[in-house]
């Protein structure tokens, strides 16, 4: 049960060493700028991968859960799927349902782990396999694996853990009884709220290590941006010039050089590839050349 690329890794993974019986993942959407319905990688793996596919729109229907059941499963592996599964769902495979959970938990339960680990500045995350309950993300860890992920962005990031994922949900099922539940700490517990479009605009009144952390969180996309010229760029890469402050002088959101430096509060932003609306993604300098950021500029 999966829908985003996330959950690539576990389906191949399965696919090589299980019967995998059905997969279930969100109903085609329209996108682009055609709105022709696009189906999720996850249907569009499962179907090159000869599995059925299921598209409910929702599990709270009676007879959605008994085609759910008649499945028969052992076990629902659930990887960034994007349905709530009521607890007739969970309780229908013999083993219930295993989530593969882009955070060392109980920190960063819900939505969107992975930005929020970066956008706090933390230095490790990780991967949680857990037994899923009615909760959000409260459910026992049966495995877990951290790793450290200073400097990486939020793509970086995902992409490993999917394939960390992956290898340790097939490490468990492969023998769960090795793998015993394990209750959560109630320490430490932490929210991942999903990613709100409003918080992806770069407020320069933030620190240049915040802003740093935001670009490196939602690179490439929704990638951090501000407004110029009644244009949007987005920054999908950046340096930190002067972290702890410095006498720039500068309020925040001014250009300090002809270089697209930024004023922060405090510090200065260095953005080294950088995205115009419409264009693709580019080194700064070869933007420079033809469109200039003139010192004492203030930007959006």
């Not at 490993?160 to 097939?170: H, M, S």
């Not at 409003?198 to 915040?210: C, K, P």
């Not at 941006?225 to 760029?233: D, I, S």
Request: net charge neutral.
């Amino acid at each position: 049960m999966g829908t985003p690329e996330f959950a690539l890794p576990a389906l191949h993974a399965l696919a090589a060493r299980h019967d995998v019986v059905a997969v279930y993942s969100q109903p085609p959407r329209p996108a682009q700028r055609g709105k022709k319905l696009q189906k999720t990688p996850v249907h569009l793996a499962a179907e090159a991968l000869g599995i059925p596919v299921e598209t409910p729109r929702s599990l709270k229907a009676a007879d959605e859960q008994a085609r759910f059941a008649a499945h028969n499963a052992d076990v629902a592996v659930v990887a960034a799927y994007g349905l709530i599964l009521p607890q007739a769902i969970l309780d229908a495979p013999q083993h219930g349902c295993i989530n593969i959970h882009g955070s060392i938990l109980p920190r960063w339960r819900g939505a969107a782990p992975v930005q929020r680990a970066i956008l706090a500045g933390d230095r490790q995350s990780g991967v949680a396999i857990m037994q899923m309950d009615a909760g959000l993300d409260t459910g026992d860890v049966r495995a877990e694996k951290r790793i450290d992920i200073s400097g990486m962005t939020g793509a970086e990031l995902m992409a490993d853990l999917a394939q960390i994922g992956a290898e340790l949900l097939i490490d468990v099922l492969g023998n769960l009884p090795d793998h015993p539940p394990r209750p959560q700490s109630s320490d430490g517990v932490t929210y991942a709220a999903k990613i709100d479009k409003g918080e992806t605009r770069i407020d320069w009144n933030l620190s240049a290590v915040q802003i740093e952390r935001m670009v490196r969180a939602f690179a490439p996309a929704p990638g951090a941006w501000f407004a110029y010229r009644g244009e949007r760029f987005r920054i999908l890469a950046a340096d930190i010039a002067k972290p702890d402050g410095g006498a720039h002088g500068a309020r925040p959101g001014t250009l300090v050089d002809d270089a697209l430096s930024i004023a922060c509060n405090p510090g200065i932003l260095r953005p080294t590839i950088i995205q115009r609306a419409g264009r693709g993604a580019m080194p700064v300098a070869d933007l420079l050349r033809g469109f200039p950021f003139p010192a004492g500029t203030r930007i959006d």
